[in-house]
T-cell receptor
């Protein structure tokens, strides 16, 4: 049984560009959450998707948007990239209270 | 929203010594979760506590939830080099169900010297 997978592993973009990150949840999980983890910090909640709807959102600007597909996979889109968006982006899937994290996508904005 | 503060930020121990990290909140928490993140890895769920005064053990790891549900601790007995990593506490704001924003503390980085 595959765990949570994310793509790509690494990504380099320049300021002002747009990026799309992808996540496939663990089999049987219907809820996907996205987190941003800056170097040396704890993960910060971006938003959570359930039944293709954004259920909760953290303190992130509208430049951060997402989508969940009928197969529960999810995308995170970030527009107008800033240098400060450089971070590890983690996807976590869950069915109960335990969250299973993917390996993350390392985004570098130059 | 709720915030959780974690101390210490760093802890260096000799192999065999004990280690404790603490998580504190100014508000009552509905639950506390603990995660471990190895260097270069991703957070891995360790445990969830929901009851006041709850204590749970996993081999050398002991987790406690305070009576007032405002603090928690993770204690590792006789550390091993495999314990190296960052330990995060976190809490959801929806009673520990599958939904709810998980708020993490800043983490404690544990280094174990052989």
């Amino acid at each position: 049984d595959a765990g949570v997978t994310q793509s790509p592993t690494h990504l380099i973009k320049t300021r002002g560009q747009q990026v799309t990150l992808r996540c496939s949840p663990k089999s049987g999980h219907d809820t996907v959450s996205w987190y941003q983890q800056a170097l040396g910090q704890g993960p910060q909640f971006i938003f959570q998707y359930y039944e293709e709807e954004e259920r909760q959102r953290g303190n992130f600007p509208d430049r951060f948007s997402g989508h969940q597909f009928p197969n529960y996979s999810s995308e995170l889109n970030v527009n107008a990239l800033l240098l400060g968006d450089s971070a590890l982006y983690l996807c976590a899937s869950s069915w109960g209270y335990e969250q299973f994290f993917g390996p993350g996508t390392r985004l570098t904005v130059l | 929203g709720q915030q959780v503060m974690q101390i210490p930020q760093y802890q260096h121990v000799q192999e065999g010594e004990d280690f404790t990290t603490y998580c504190n909140s100014s508000t009552t928490l509905s639950n506390i979760q603990w995660y471990k993140q190895r260097p270069g890895g991703h957070p891995v769920f360790l445990i969830q506590l929901v009851k006041s005064g709850e204590v749970k053990k996993q081999k050398r790891l002991t987790f406690q939830f305070g009576e007032a549900k405002k603090n928690s601790s993770l204690h590792i007995t006789a550390t091993q080099t495999t314990d190296v990593g960052t330990y995060f506490c976190g809490s959801t704001d929806a009673g520990g169900t599958s939904y709810g924003k998980l708020t993490f503390g800043q983490g404690t980085i544990l280094t174990v010297h052989p």
